[in-house]
């Protein structure tokens, strides 16, 4: 099935196209403008504006028309561009580099083990809230598992506006030849002073491929139980 959102083309383009005017002018209210700087500018402003979907060239040809409603459209976006880089600028993500770089890319003339996003919730067993202020680690193999770039940590910090909820999504692991299953032993662990410790283990099973997932896709998601930690003692008095 061929769905296109043409919003993500335009916003696309006009964040390129205004990143790349300030900086030829010199930059003068010192923004970053880096590669991370530009995403975050870019999914500010596909959330707050409406998609457009289209499934054939009509419905593009009837998008591509010059209207006065598409020039309002885009003097709106352009708003919404600027409104994000300032607040992405005050708000600069920790774990980009910030240099301009986009990090390196992965290489695809190798055969590689596609691990996919591995999702889950963390509730106190003892009074089934949310868990926050805590660490989250996730090992493949015994190993803490690198993530596949900067916008995924290892551990992941649980905080309130995620309240419970974990994510991570590792690397690809290469493979010595294409077309192979392999099954890999996975394990989250908690640590924290406030709970007993938790050792959650799992199997994920993929193939090797030459190509491998750039984007996040949701139906990739392995989702693991409701997990739960216990407050030190508590669990041995509830038997």
């Given at each position: 099935?061929?769905?296109?959102?043409?919003?993500?083309?335009?916003?696309?383009?006009?964040?390129?196209t205004?990143?790349?005017?300030?900086?030829?002018?010199?930059?003068?209210?010192?923004?970053?403008?880096?590669f991370?700087?530009?995403?975050?500018?870019?999914?500010?402003?596909?959330?707050?504006i409406?998609?457009?979907?289209?499934v054939?060239?009509?419905?593009?040809?009837?998008?591509?028309?010059?209207?006065?409603?598409?020039?309002?459209?885009?003097?709106?976006?352009?708003?919404?561009?600027?409104?994000?880089?300032?607040?992405?600028n005050?708000?600069m993500r920790?774990?980009?580099?910030?240099?301009?770089?986009?990090?390196?890319?992965?290489?695809?003339?190798?055969p590689?083990?596609d691990?996919?996003?591995?999702?889950?919730?963390?509730?106190?067993?003892?009074?089934?809230?949310?868990?926050?202020?805590?660490?989250?680690?996730?090992y493949?193999?015994?190993?803490?598992?690198?993530?596949?770039?900067?916008?995924?940590?290892?551990?992941?910090?649980?905080?309130p506006?995620?309240?419970?909820?974990?994510?991570?999504?590792?690397?690809?692991?290469t493979?010595?030849?294409?077309?192979?299953?392999?099954?890999?032993?996975?394990?989250?662990?908690?640590?924290?002073?406030?709970?007993?410790?938790?050792?959650?283990?799992?199997?994920?099973s993929?193939?090797?491929?030459?190509h491998?997932?750039?984007?996040?896709?949701l139906?990739?998601?392995?989702?693991?139980?409701?997990?739960?930690?216990f407050?030190?003692?508590?669990?041995?008095?509830?038997?």
């Amino acid at each position: 099935m061929d769905i296109h959102n043409t919003s993500e083309d335009v916003v696309f383009s006009m964040v390129q196209t205004i990143f790349d005017e300030i900086q030829e002018s010199g930059n003068p209210e010192n923004f970053c403008l880096c590669f991370q700087c530009r995403i975050d500018t870019i999914c500010f402003t596909l959330n707050r504006i409406e998609p457009n979907y289209i499934v054939s060239n009509r419905g593009f040809t009837r998008v591509d028309q010059p209207s006065l409603k598409r020039q309002q459209v885009e003097a709106d976006i352009t708003s919404l561009i600027y409104k994000g880089l300032r607040l992405v600028n005050h708000n600069m993500r920790p774990t980009a580099s910030h240099d301009g770089t986009q990090g390196a890319p992965i290489k695809t003339n190798f055969p590689m083990f596609d691990i996919p996003t591995i999702s889950g919730r963390i509730f106190n067993g003892a009074s089934f809230e949310p868990v926050v202020g805590v660490d989250v680690f996730l090992y493949c193999e015994g190993e803490l598992i690198t993530m596949r770039n900067n916008n995924w940590q290892n551990p992941f910090t649980m905080v309130p506006s995620t309240p419970g909820a974990f994510s991570f999504w590792p690397a690809p692991i290469t493979a010595s030849t294409p077309d192979t299953n392999k099954e890999f032993k996975f394990s989250i662990r908690v640590k924290s002073p406030d709970y007993e410790p938790l050792n959650h283990f799992f199997n994920i099973s993929t193939t090797s491929k030459f190509h491998n997932p750039q984007s996040y896709a949701l139906n990739r998601t392995f989702k693991l139980p409701d997990l739960y930690v216990f407050p030190p003692g508590e669990a041995e008095m509830n038997g």
